[in-house]
């Protein structure tokens, strides 16, 4: 192909390349349509954000909840089951086997032997009355 | 450099600069994606499915390297989409029907309509491709990047497609009697 012909051609082309005269109504209706989708998107959006805060404050009170109630740190854990067993060791009180939380704290609290060791866990809850059970019975 | 900021404003500012935006390269995406789908309604949708999507998130748009090339390739998509939907018209025959009933025409209304009609008688890879380089004065490397095709593939398309239409518009123009 010439370069005059293919020179040609383009001219033609580009003269020829008007743009359409685009329907009656297409304006509103394409920005309708954009401006509905877009207030979908953001509502959405902010349903997601509600859930994202929501599932935030979930896991933080659950977070805290374990933090008041649970002895996280390791060297706390290992602290008490080191008395717990000491307690285990020194006291041959019947009240030991087979009794509940309060029962054991009650048992630990009334042996002199281990006065040291009851005083670190009297304060004990109801977890760690289990703790308790738990480590003397291990 | 305005199509840009058009893009800018409507992520700072979000629907309320639609109105510019589709004032500003609505003809221009239909005539493009008329290359596609051969008939100006489904361009037409093709227009509207591309705004919406811009609309859904104008963060791409606006942080897009090149903001019209990228709102091209939008358009090109769903035109594509509407097209594999309706199982596209044949070839051609839109611009066609344009041409024929073009006989009281004034003469270069007459020439517009058979440059089109011969343009709509090109496969739609190589018509998208003029329509870029000649209606949108792209050059190669950006047409390869909204067909998603090599710079040399788009020039061969190019290149086919001129051929093509010089044969085909030979009658219109005594300069193009010269082809090889």
């Given at each position: 192909?010439?370069?005059?012909?293919?020179?040609?051609?383009?001219?033609?082309?580009?003269?020829?390349?008007?743009?359409?005269?685009?329907?009656?109504?297409?304006?509103?209706?394409?920005?309708?349509?954009?401006?509905?989708?877009?207030?979908?998107?953001?509502?959405?959006?902010?349903?997601?954000?509600?859930?994202?805060?929501?599932?935030?404050?979930?896991?933080?009170?659950?977070?805290?909840?374990?933090?008041?109630?649970?002895?996280?740190?390791?060297?706390?854990?290992?602290?008490?089951?080191?008395?717990?067993?000491?307690?285990?060791?020194?006291?041959?009180?019947?009240?030991?086997?087979?009794?509940?939380?309060?029962?054991?704290?009650?048992?630990?609290?009334?042996?002199?032997?281990?006065?040291?060791?009851?005083?670190?866990?009297?304060?004990?809850?109801?977890?760690?009355?289990?703790?308790?059970?738990?480590?003397?019975?291990? | 450099m305005?199509f840009r900021?058009?893009a800018e404003?409507?992520?700072?500012?979000?629907?309320?600069?639609?109105?510019?935006?589709?004032?500003?390269?609505?003809?221009?995406?239909?005539?493009?994606?008329?290359?596609?789908?051969?008939?100006?309604?489904?361009?037409?949708?093709?227009?509207?499915?591309?705004?919406?999507?811009?609309?859904?998130?104008?963060r791409k748009l606006a942080n897009a390297r090149q903001p019209w090339p990228y709102m091209l390739k939008?358009?090109?998509?769903?035109?594509?989409?509407?097209?594999?939907?309706?199982?596209?018209?044949?070839?051609?025959?839109?611009?066609?029907?344009?041409?024929?009933?073009?006989?009281?025409?004034?003469?270069?209304?007459?020439?517009?309509?058979?440059?089109?009609?011969?343009?709509?008688?090109?496969?739609?890879?190589?018509?998208?491709?003029?329509?870029?380089?000649?209606?949108?004065?792209?050059?190669?490397a950006e047409?390869?990047t909204i067909?998603?095709?090599?710079?040399?593939?788009?020039?061969?398309?190019?290149?086919?497609?001129?051929?093509?239409?010089?044969?085909?518009?030979?009658?219109?123009?005594?300069?193009?009697?010269?082809?090889?």
């Amino acid at each position: 192909m010439s370069y005059d012909a293919s020179f040609e051609t383009e001219r033609l082309i580009r003269a020829a390349g008007r743009c359409p005269e685009l329907s009656a109504g297409l304006r509103e209706r394409v920005i309708a349509a954009s401006v509905r989708t877009r207030t979908r998107v953001e509502r959405r959006l902010r349903w997601d954000h509600t859930l994202a805060v929501c599932g935030l404050l979930l896991w933080l009170g659950i977070f805290i909840h374990q933090v008041t109630t649970f002895p996280l740190g390791l060297p706390r854990q290992r602290e008490f089951r080191r008395q717990v067993v000491a307690v285990g060791r020194l006291t041959e009180d019947p009240f030991f086997s087979g009794s509940d939380a309060p029962g054991i704290a009650t048992a630990i609290r009334k042996s002199n032997s281990a006065w040291a060791c009851v005083e670190a866990a009297s304060d004990s809850r109801l977890w760690k009355g289990r703790l308790l059970r738990r480590c003397l019975s291990g | 450099m305005r199509f840009r900021r058009c893009a800018e404003d409507l992520l700072m500012q979000g629907v309320a600069a639609l109105g510019e935006l589709h004032d500003l390269c609505a003809p221009r995406l239909v005539r493009y994606a008329m290359t596609l789908s051969r008939n100006q309604q489904d361009a037409e949708d093709a227009l509207q499915a591309g705004f919406v999507q811009i609309a859904r998130d104008p963060r791409k748009l606006a942080n897009a390297r090149q903001p019209w090339p990228y709102m091209l390739k939008v358009v090109r998509n769903e035109a594509i989409k509407i097209l594999r939907k309706s199982r596209s018209l044949p070839l051609g025959d839109e611009f066609d029907s344009v041409a024929a009933t073009s006989d009281e025409a004034p003469p270069e209304l007459e020439v517009t309509e058979s440059v089109r009609s011969a343009v709509g008688k090109l496969p739609p890879a190589q018509a998208e491709v003029v329509a870029l380089k000649i209606w949108e004065n792209m050059t190669f490397a950006e047409i390869g990047t909204i067909l998603d095709v090599s710079h040399n593939t788009a020039a061969s398309r190019y290149r086919y497609a001129l051929e093509k239409l010089t044969q085909l518009l030979r009658d219109l123009s005594p300069e193009a009697d010269h082809v090889v």
